[in-house]
């Protein structure tokens, strides 16, 4: 089992749609976890973080964590063309080690 | 301002030929991070290190090697030893602890000619 998995292939909603996706991690000591947008060419930027189960909100963005299932999501409301961009996934243990998943592209139709 | 920085953007290096990246944070960060990633691919993990002079290997770090000589600097240098070097090679900090993220630096982008 790979330590972060973003299984979902590319992503296509349409503009103004709710845009999903998913992430599944191996390690129950894991602490944190990490959204970032990625464009092509660039380096990642962090969108979102959560550290307890739940959600949190950040405008058009929420988080979900569920440490039983050992699973977090993230949500895109009101998706917009800016928003089409792959999605990593990255989780961070007690050790300070941060892994990331093989990321979602999202692509936002107009 | 503050940030980190990666040096050079681009860099092409012949076959057999050792090369390091530069990278460089003014942000007082304890931890740092090298990371390669290949087309369509995710961040896979290099090597790490939490404080200055001790570092971690990470999940691909045959072919690589690192210093941690000071807080600021992380240099990472592709050896020979490593068979498929072209890449996009990130690097990252964030402060030592679990609750905190990480912040890149703009990438290097290794082609092997």
């Known amino acids: 089992q790979k330590e972060v998995e973003q299984n979902s292939g590319p992503l296509s909603v349409p503009e103004g749609a709710i845009a999903s996706l998913n992430c599944t991690y191996s390690?129950?000591?894991?602490?944190?976890f990490f959204w970032y947008r990625q464009y092509s060419g660039k380096s990642p930027e962090l969108i979102m973080f959560?550290?307890?189960?739940g959600d949190k909100e950040d405008g058009r963005f929420t988080a979900q964590l569920n440490k039983a299932s050992q699973y977090v999501s993230l949500l895109i409301r009101d998706s917009q063309p800016s928003d089409s961009a792959t999605y990593l996934c990255?989780?961070?243990?007690?050790?300070?080690?941060?892994?990331f998943g093989k990321g979602n592209q999202v692509v936002v139709i107009p | 301002d503050g940030g980190i920085t990666q040096s050079p953007k681009y860099l092409f290096r012949k076959e057999g030929q050792n090369v390091t990246l530069s990278c460089e944070q003014n942000?007082?960060?304890?931890?740092m991070y090298w990371y390669r990633q290949d087309p369509g691919q995710g961040l896979r993990l290099i090597y790490y290190?939490?404080?200055?002079?001790?570092?971690q290997k990470g999940d691909i770090a045959e072919g690589y090697s690192v210093s941690r000589e000071k807080k600021e600097s992380f240099p990472l240098t592709v050896t020979s030893a490593q068979k498929n070097p072209t890449a996009f090679y990130l690097c990252?900090?964030?402060?030592?602890?679990?609750?905190?993220?990480?912040?890149f630096g703009q990438g290097t982008r290794l082609t092997v000619v």
């Open positions: 959560i550290y307890s189960n």
């Open positions: 290190s939490q404080i200055v002079n001790d570092f």
């Open positions: 990252a900090s964030s402060i030592r602890g679990p609750a905190t993220e990480a912040f």
């Open positions: 942000l007082n960060h304890d931890a």
């Open positions: 990255a989780v961070k243990g007690g050790n300070n080690r941060l892994a």
């Open positions: 390690d129950r000591g894991s602490q944190s």
